[in-house]
T-cell receptor, first 112, second 112 residues
Framework: EADIYQTPRYLVIGTGKKITLECSQT?????MYWYQQDPGMELHLIHY???????EKGDLSSESTVSRIRTEHFPLTLESARPSHTSQYLC???????????FGSGTRLTVV | DAKTTQPPSMDCAEGRAANLPCNHS???????VYWYRQIHSQGPQYIIH???NNETNEMASLIITEDRKSSTLILPHATLRDTAVYYC?????????????FGSGTRLLVRP
């Protein structure tokens, strides 16, 4: 039973389009994260947030941007999609303690 | 942060125990060992974590050596659905700035 939701699950979009990937969690977690993963490759952290109005870039440089206006919502935006952005994007959240991360099912993005 | 070393791949027979090793020889006293798995590009799933005592839950057991330089994740009766990439990660205790960084993990194949 998922407590973190990502939409859409799959997205095929043309080059130059603006897209927003949605991520919402119902657990009240302060911390949220975006990871990017190409098929068969490692997960790379691209953005994270420790709370409302807090966002930071991760270890892998990304042309995407994020916002955190509400605790439960952490959308990722690409202003102008390119084929190089084709990948899977995974959202996660965690609480303040030592609990593990909870991941969403991911959005598989294809830019044509 | 302590780094971990895992074999790139392993296999076991269905119904048998799967023992996945992890070396973390530079682990610090305040770092926990976490295990996650990722089934076929789904979002990673938290399995178990521990500090120095052995831990068991409904999914697996975690055995940490006395010197804490290595650990073993045990799936007592592996099923085909346990085929996945398993990640061993160390993270500091109560470090609110810590971000989960995934390595390449161990690809476990459970054979019928």
């Amino acid at each position: 039973e998922a407590d973190i939701y990502q939409t859409p699950r799959y997205l095929v979009i043309g080059t130059g389009k603006k897209i927003t990937l949605e991520c919402s969690q119902t657990m009240g977690h302060d911390k949220m994260y975006w990871y990017q993963q190409d098929p068969g490759m490692e997960l790379h952290l691209i953005h994270y947030s420790y709370g409302v109005n807090s966002t930071e870039k991760g270890d892998l440089s990304s042309e995407s941007t994020v916002s955190r206006i509400r605790t439960e919502h952490f959308p990722l935006t690409l202003e102008s999609a390119r084929p190089s952005h084709t990948s899977q994007y995974l959202c996660a959240s965690s609480d303040r303690g030592q609990g593990g991360y909870t991941f969403g099912s991911g959005t598989r993005l294809t830019v044509v | 942060d302590a780094k971990t070393t895992q074999p790139p791949s392993m296999d076991c027979a269905e119904g048998r125990a799967a023992n996945l090793p992890c070396n973390h020889s530079t682990i610090s006293g305040n770092e926990y060992v976490y295990w996650y798995r990722q089934i076929h590009s789904q979002g990673p799933q938290y399995i178990i974590h521990g500090l120095k005592n052995n831990e068991t839950n409904e999914m697996a057991s975690l055995i940490i050596t006395e010197d804490r330089k290595s650990s073993t994740l045990i799936l007592p009766h592996a099923t085909l659905r346990d085929t996945a990439v398993y990640y061993c990660i160390v993270r500091p205790w109560m470090d609110s700035s810590y971000k989960l960084i995934f390595g390449s993990g161990t690809r476990l194949l459970v054979r019928p």
